[in-house]
């Protein structure tokens, strides 16, 4: 069957500091990946997302980064955070346009 | 307007009771239409697609009105494991990308 995991669950990291989340899919190949934030109280908003190894694409422009460097490996970075990327990280993978995403646990980022 | 709006709520209902969120959305051409729910601190989940021609799944029933653009969701003899935040989720083709378009959600609570 197919997981998706996502770590660390919660993280609390001091301002200016480094960030790298990890998402990884067991049990498909070449899936479309896809990073979401949702800020306290606010909807989804899509950070980037990648259809292959190496290709990412960005939604907004902002603090972070995101790198595939496997096929079923999608990390999420910042060489220095803001408070303003405080929020809920959530990966999220596509195994068909007619049945939605499938979402990570998500990881709890609080910037201090 | 926002391409996926929904009203916040929350909505306050006793338990057994029926209650319907609608969900409205902009762009004429979306493609796919799914029904979230989301506890609160943890990652949505898909609760139903939504077909053209109406989806039930037990207490649950999804519609849809491409004439109108609007999704709803019927939640009858309701419970108190209900109460969640419900995100409508709209599928479009932007930019030559599929991509999904979260709505900020609708607040359920179920009253003993």
């Known amino acids: 069957s197919q997981t998706i995991h996502q770590w660390p669950a919660t993280l609390v990291q001091p301002v200016g500091s480094p960030l790298s989340l990890e998402c990884t899919v067991e049990?498909?190949?070449?899936?479309?990946l896809y990073w979401y934030r949702q800020a306290a109280g606010r909807g989804l908003q899509l950070l980037f997302y990648?259809?292959?190894?190496?290709?990412i694409s960005s939604e907004v422009p902002q603090n972070l980064s995101a790198s595939r460097p496997q096929d079923r490996q999608f990390i999420l970075s910042s060489k220095k955070l803001l408070l303003s990327d405080s929020g809920f990280y959530l990966c999220?993978?596509?195994?068909?346009?007619?049945?939605?995403?499938?979402f990570g646990s998500g990881t709890r980022l609080t910037v201090v | 307007r926002k391409e996926v709006e929904q009203d916040p709520g929350p909505f306050n209902v006793p338990e057994g009771a029926t209650v319907a969120f609608n969900c409205t959305y902009s762009?004429?051409?979306?493609?796919?239409f799914f029904w979230y729910r989301q506890d609160c601190r943890k990652e949505p989940k898909l609760l139903m697609s939504v077909y053209s021609s109406g989806n039930e799944d037990g207490r649950f029933t999804a519609q849809l009105n491409r004439a109108s653009q609007y999704i709803s969701l019927l939640i009858r003899d309701s419970k108190l494991s209900d109460s969640a935040t419900y995100l409508c989720?709209?599928?479009?083709?932007?930019?030559?990308?599929?991509?999904?378009?979260f709505g900020t959600g609708t607040r359920l609570k179920v009253l003993a």
């Open positions: 762009n004429s051409a979306s493609q796919s």
């Open positions: 990648s259809v292959g190894i190496g290709q």
């Open positions: 999220a993978w596509n195994p068909d346009r007619l049945y939605g995403y499938t």
């Open positions: 049990g498909t190949s070449n899936p479309n």
């Open positions: 989720v709209v599928g479009d083709t932007l930019s030559g990308t599929y991509k999904y378009i």
